[in-house]
């Protein structure tokens, strides 16, 4: 039955709305096409680096899925079509308002007859912009209705419809968590909304009207939004259901994706913490654009990184690793320039962050032990300490280290216990310079250790505390320095100006970096051909942990550090894989990339440093212990010859006397039960010609001495031969003091 022409009422009907309309305050009219362009914000943050290439897009709004803003000129024709034919057919000739629509919907009402909706394209518009008119659950009241309209109108008068257009795609909300075109091309569709035809429109279109239908609803919607589009074509409706059912399912569009999420993460943190935020890329084309960060990182290095760690755990999955990290840091900026997180896709653990891990470092801890001890001058790189069987006396037993290989060379130098990595000797250096002393030069590196130096004990010295790979490679940036500390970071700001005071004597972190350098001291354990050899200059350290759970490989160049991890997330032991077959390989091939076209020479040597001829006397073979070499040297503990004494043990070396017993910072609780001649303290020492002192007064002479103790803090003091003090312990002495004292009389 023909529609009745349009009545005289309708038209009434119309001027009233209108003149409604006019007495309502303006809202989202108001509002400027650039300002809600430049508002927009994705539900990304993209992550780039330091040259503005795209790393990682890091989802950080979790309420909504917002892709990048896109121009009306990017949107395929057939959805531009799409939209207006299903939500919107006069857009082009209507104020804001179409007062059709409007009459029609009021009058199908009044007759109980379904008619489309009257709300416009504009009209929804500004339903988006505005909070007090968006739409709740039960629908839009009657105020929020004439306060749309007005927005709508005030939108057309300052507005182009284009930019309309524009702006209702890139802020309607379609399926889900899914807002704006972008959004919902990329996650239906898996395609930009440039490209999307017919069918993909017409599904598009129809989830404006119902979002969250069942897909067979959307469906039946999408083929009439299709027969709208192209009059007088057959639609296939059932094909078009089956591909709706299909799409709605769809979610291509990965929430984080990149080559580097867990350095994404840590950077955003960083910004959180600091109370700031991402920024866009560039001001020229801000609006509407990403949220986009910074960093220090180089993509072309992190994909190398990444795909050289990949591969080479590939190579090790028959040895049951499954885990690795990498960071390469800038030695004169403490700027990251890789930061891989894990193995990705061949990890089971692929979100935890072994950059930023905590596992213990085996040997890689003892670069900074020899170097303190060479600092303190307790050695030199060509002290003998001897490698053999030892048995220490802790306060819970015995400890008693072995080497890798459970052999022993014998008297050794400083220089070849290090750079081959042999337990016995670091674990006598620690005895030297103490546990706890050891644990207050790794906190002043940056190594943030959880307990005491005396909570560890010797062990300390073959890396039982726990570190984080990141703060290792910054603690031999620190001794690529010259024992200068700065803190690494991965924002792209002014650089942290290096502190005046270095934590370590610059002379000794020379001499390590020499010594870690030096491809014939490590023979011994790793041979002539190792994989740490470069064609240019490197110091590098490997280690393993307690039961083969972690692998290392840390060293510097000229210009870069570089530290590796292999291992399991899961703790789990690792089979057969040593210093050099785990992260050594990895290591050496990212040093290469760092310098196939830039040098790497060795430091120059600070001033107060000593380079002299030195010989070594026989063994118990009768040939010389080592072959005789030039040697670095703190000025004024150089000497020409290392021997054995008549005993057979390392004589002299060159090293100050020193305390071995007791332990600096040691408490000793006195029982009222023991008579008091019966509680004494035995201090024992190296060197000779000592002599001890107890709170400035001379007490014995000799190597070991015993001492009554009495309550109080005390400061026990070695001096040489000449009376200058060359060591000291700080102790406290608690109880029984009464008793103590009477027995002092």
């Known amino acids: 039955m023909p529609r009745p022409p349009f009545p005289a009422s309708r038209s009434r009907l119309a001027a009233a709305l209108a003149a409604i309309a006019c007495t309502l305050p303006v809202a989202a009219g108001a509002v400027s096409f650039d300002e809600v362009k430049r508002e927009f914000r994705p539900s990304d943050t993209a992550v780039l680096d330091r040259n503005g290439e795209l790393l990682q897009r890091v989802r950080t709004d979790a309420s909504v899925r917002r892709g990048q803003w896109v121009a009306l000129a990017d949107v395929s024709p057939a959805l531009r079509m799409a939209m207006v034919l299903s939500e919107d057919r006069r857009f082009y000739e209507h104020s804001g308002i179409d007062w059709r629509a409007v009459s029609s919907a009021a009058w199908g009402n009044l007759w109980n007859t379904r008619t489309r909706g009257a709300s416009t394209i504009t009209m929804q518009l500004s339903g988006l912009l505005d909070e007090d008119l968006r739409r709740a659950n039960s629908g839009r009241s009657f105020t929020q209705k004439i306060g749309q309209t007005v927005a709508a109108a005030q939108l057309e008068r300052s507005w182009r419809k284009d930019q309309i257009l524009e702006a209702y795609l890139n802020t309607v909300p379609f399926r889900g968590e899914i807002v704006g075109i972008d959004a919902l091309s990329r996650t239906l569709f898996g395609k930009a909304p440039s490209g999307l035809d017919a069918r993909e429109a017409s599904v598009a279109a129809a989830l404006v009207r119902a979002p969250n239908a069942k897909p067979a609803l959307v469906a039946q919607r999408a083929c009439e939004v299709m027969r709208a589009m192209e009059p007088g074509q057959k639609i296939d409706c059932d094909a078009l259901d089956m591909f709706t059912s299909a799409a709605v399912q769809r979610r291509a569009f990965d929430a984080t994706e990149g080559i580097a999420p867990h350095a994404a993460r840590r950077v955003l943190k960083e910004l959180r913490e600091a109370g700031e935020t991402a920024a866009p890329p560039s001001r020229q084309a801000a609006a509407g654009k990403e949220a986009a960060v910074r960093t220090t990182l180089r993509a072309p290095l992190q994909r190398f990184a990444l795909a050289t760690l990949q591969r080479h755990l590939k190579e090790l999955r028959g040895r049951h690793v499954e885990d690795g990290a990498l960071v390469v840091l800038d030695n004169a900026s403490g700027e990251v320039l890789a930061w891989v997180g894990s193995s990705g896709p061949l990890s089971q653990a692929a979100e935890v962050d072994a950059v930023t891990a905590l596992r213990q470092p085996g040997s890689t801890l003892k670069p900074l032990l020899y170097a303190q001890a060479i600092a303190e001058r307790r050695l030199t790189a060509a002290s003998l300490i001897?490698?053999?069987?030892?048995?220490?006396?802790?306060?819970?037993?015995?400890?008693?280290?072995?080497?890798?290989?459970?052999?022993f060379k014998g008297p050794v130098s400083a220089r070849t216990a290090l750079a081959a990595s042999l337990n016995v000797p670091a674990v006598r250096t620690l005895v030297m310079v103490s546990p706890e002393s050891f644990a207050r030069q790794l906190r002043a590196a940056g190594l943030p250790l959880r307990e005491s130096g005396d909570y560890y004990g010797y062990s300390l010295a073959l890396g039982s505390a726990e570190v984080s790979l990141l703060s290792l490679a910054n603690a031999y940036r620190m001794l690529a320095n010259g024992g200068r500390y700065g803190p690494p970071t991965l924002m792209a700001r002014p650089p942290v100006p290096a502190p005046a005071a270095p934590v370590l004597d610059p002379r000794a972190a020379f001499i390590v970096g020499d010594i870690l350098s030096d491809a014939n001291a490590r023979t011994r354990t790793f041979g002539l051909d190792s994989i740490l050899s470069t064609r240019f200059w490197t110091a590098v350290k490997t280690g393993t942990s307690k039961d083969m759970r972690d692998n290392w490989a840390v060293g510097w160049s000229q210009r870069y550090t570089v530290g590796v991890w292999v291992g399991n997330a899961s703790g789990a032991s690792m089979w057969d894989v040593s210093g050099t077959s785990g992260a050594a390989p990895v290591w050496a091939e990212v040093m290469r990339f760092l310098h196939a076209r830039e040098p790497s020479r060795a430091p120059r040597p600070p001033a107060g440093l000593v380079e002299a001829q030195v010989t070594f006397g026989p063994g118990a073979d009768g040939n010389a212990l080592e072959a005789a070499r030039s040697e670095w040297f703190l000025q004024g503990t150089e000497q020409p010859l290392f021997a054995l004494d008549n005993a057979g043990t390392p004589a002299g070396a060159g090293a100050a006397p020193r305390i071995t017993a007791p332990a600096d910072g040691t408490i000793?609780?006195?029982?009222?039960?023991?008579?008091?001649?019966?509680?004494?303290?035995?201090?024992?020492?190296?060197?000779?010609?000592?002599?001890w002192r107890i709170d400035g007064k001379l007490f014995a002479r000799g190597n070991s001495a015993q001492w009554l103790p009495w309550p109080g803090r005390h400061v026990i003091e070695l001096a040489d031969a000449t009376g200058k003090v060359v060591d000291q312990r700080k102790l406290e002495v608690r109880g029984a003091g009464v008793v103590a004292k009477s027995a002092r009389r």
Do not use: C, K, M
């Open 386 to 407: 001897d490698d053999s069987s030892a048995q220490i006396s802790t306060a819970s037993g015995l400890y008693i280290p072995q080497n890798y290989d459970r052999q």
């Open 668 to 691: 000793i609780a006195l029982d009222p039960d023991i008579p008091p001649l019966h509680q004494r303290v035995r201090f024992e020492s190296e060197g000779r010609g000592v002599q």
